[in-house]
């Protein structure tokens, strides 16, 4: 297995003293902005963020995502290529550049040879992939590669549309919509396969929401 699939690392130390120093962290971040972390809006803010990344944003550091693998065998008919397609999986995950969330779908769509996943793991697979600090086009290759290792599928797609609030809630001129695309086996080499898993995903895919004139 690669390293981005290992588990905790012991000299990060225990959680209880990982939260005890980002909660300190963030007192310091508050008073270094201008603010007053001892008033009363903010008193509990310090220890709240820190439980939060610690437990949700940042949790998947500390867990090993083969924990949640489990593939089941299916025949194999031969001559066919049959598409599995897994839309509509809720990511989100924070940008290692500003510190700021961004979320969207992931889809995946395989064609197993011999052995298949249940939605719910793929879901839990790119939760703890995504609870770590990411970009998305490192996110989806991550994923496309954690799959094709547990799955070892003919070929695999991984698309994922995402939303950036880093640039929504700067104004900057950039798209804040992203789409990146992770192509394994198959589909690497055979565009009309590519197209007709495309397809399935664009027919079945909840589009992002716009927001128009930031
Ligand atoms: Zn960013």
New binding site residues.
């Given amino acids: 297995m690669r390293e981005y699939v290992q588990g905790p690392s012991q000299e990060q130390g225990d959680l209880a003293s990982r939260r005890q120093l980002v909660r300190k962290l963030v007192e310091e971040f508050l008073k270094a902005i201008g603010e007053d972390p001892g008033r009363e809006g903010l008193r509990e803010t310090p220890g709240r963020v820190a439980r939060m990344w610690l437990e949700e944003l940042a949790s998947g550091y500390f867990v090993d995502p083969t924990t949640y693998v489990k593939t089941f065998e299916v025949e194999e008919y031969e001559g066919r290529e049959g598409l599995v397609a897994v839309t509509n999986i809720p990511t989100r995950s924070i940008?290692e550049?500003?510190l700021?969330p961004f979320f969207g779908y992931t889809h995946i769509v395989y064609i197993p040879s011999g052995r298949v996943m249940g939605f719910s793991k793929f879901a839990r697979v790119i939760k703890v992939l995504s609870s770590r600090l990411q970009i998305q086009e490192r996110l989806t290759e991550q994923i496309a590669d954690f799959l094709n290792e547990v799955l070892n599928p003919k070929g695999l797609l991984v698309v994922m549309e995402a939303l950036?609030t880093?640039a929504l809630i700067r104004g900057v001129e950039e798209s804040m919509t992203m789409t990146t695309v992770a192509l394994r086996g198959v589909f690497r080499e055979q565009r009309e396969l590519v197209n007709l898993a495309l397809q399935v995903v664009s027919s079945s895919r909840i589009p992002l929401p716009k927001f128009e004139g930031f």
């Fill in positions: 940008c550049h500003h700021l950036h880093c």
